[in-house]
């Protein structure tokens, strides 16, 4: 997969859920590749029924670190589901992705 086939949506805020499960729906839609990363208050979205949904049709990772911060119950009974990956994840996504977008 090259680089330009790959969109990047980092969710860093708990607002705003709505604009990303649009955007990365119609981004799988036009056969690109989504990859949802979150992290501090984004990791909200991981109990939403748009995570859920988005699950299959993208690939969803969020920081363990803010995982371990953020510590609400929405958010740990979706962990097994959602990998936690280490904070440098998010640097080497932005390398991997030719567009991405930061709600």
Request: charge should be neutral; glycine fraction near 6%.
């Amino acid at each position: 997969m090259h680089a330009k086939d790959i969109l990047g949506i980092i969710v860093n805020s708990n607002r705003y859920f709505d604009f990303v499960a649009n955007l990365a729906e119609a981004a799988a839609d036009h056969d690109k590749v989504v990859h949802i990363h979150l992290l501090g208050d984004g990791c909200e979205f991981a109990s939403t029924e748009a995570c859920a949904r988005l699950r299959r049709q993208a690939r969803i990772t969020m920081c363990a670190k803010s995982a371990c911060q953020v510590a609400k119950g929405s958010v740990e009974g979706v962990q097994g589901d959602i990998p936690l990956v280490p904070p440098q994840e998010l640097t080497r996504l932005l390398k991997q992705c030719c567009r991405y977008v930061v709600f």
